[in-house]
């Protein structure tokens, strides 16, 4: 869908060929207080899409263009898409990525199911040639997206997770 309506289809086969998935399970253990609860700092995935699914127990905030969060409530049947920050660059920034966190409250544990999909080791994610002209000059460098996520993991795994604002670092790291 996405790619149809930028008229990019004939891509269609190089992306299905060179997605990884990764599918994991994530358990919330319920808030130790009453309050409302950060359990999932404020981030943009760095992957190409999410496909997350929650259970009846809501959490998942997104953050909209006024910069406001807004409670997703979703209906048990339901599947979010997430676009990552990698396809947002691989489109030349024509969709952008959401910036979303995990709050809870109340005694119920949460769990969610997120179906991540990346670009295998050694591909190089490159703006297609249609997305820039003189008026869309191209944003970003082709770039090693595994390359990438491994400076990231490591900055990651040096840094205080909770009180980092984790967004925009793939847009930082290969900007023009
Ligand atoms: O559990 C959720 O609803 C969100 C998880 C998430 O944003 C992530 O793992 O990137
Ligand atoms: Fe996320």
């Given at each position: 869908m996405i790619l149809e309506s930028f008229g990019l289809e004939?891509?269609?086969?190089?992306?299905?060929?060179i997605a990884n998935y990764q599918l994991r399970i994530m358990k919330y253990e319920k808030p130790k207080t009453n309050?409302?609860?950060?359990?999932?700092?404020?981030?943009?995935?760095?992957?190409?899409?999410?496909?997350?699914?929650?259970?009846?127990?809501?959490?998942?905030?997104?953050?909209?263009?006024?910069g406001e969060w807004m409670n997703m409530k979703l209906s048990p049947s339901s599947f979010i898409v997430i676009i990552g920050e990698?396809?947002?660059?691989?489109?030349?920034?024509?969709?952008?990525?959401?910036?979303?966190?995990?709050?809870?409250?109340g005694n119920e544990d949460r769990y969610s199911l997120g179906l991540f999909s990346t670009v295998r080791e050694g591909?190089?994610?490159?703006?297609?040639?249609?997305?820039?002209?003189?008026?869309?000059?191209?944003?970003?460098?082709?770039?090693?997206?595994?390359?990438?996520?491994?400076?990231?993991?490591?900055?990651?795994?040096?840094?205080?997770?909770?009180?980092?604002v984790v967004v925009s670092r793939l847009k930082a790291y290969c900007s023009v």
């Open positions: 004939k891509y269609m086969d190089e992306l299905t060929d309050e409302q609860t950060m359990m999932a700092p404020a981030h943009c995935d760095q992957n190409m899409m999410t496909l997350l699914y929650q259970d009846e127990v809501n959490g998942l905030e997104i953050q909209n263009k006024d990698c396809l947002s660059v691989w489109l030349n920034g024509r969709l952008s990525s959401p910036y979303h966190r995990v709050m809870m409250k591909y190089i994610v490159k703006v297609p040639t249609e997305l820039v002209d003189e008026k869309n000059p191209m944003l970003f460098k082709p770039h090693d997206h595994e390359e990438f996520l491994k400076i990231f993991s490591s900055e990651m795994a040096k840094a205080d997770f909770k009180s980092e």
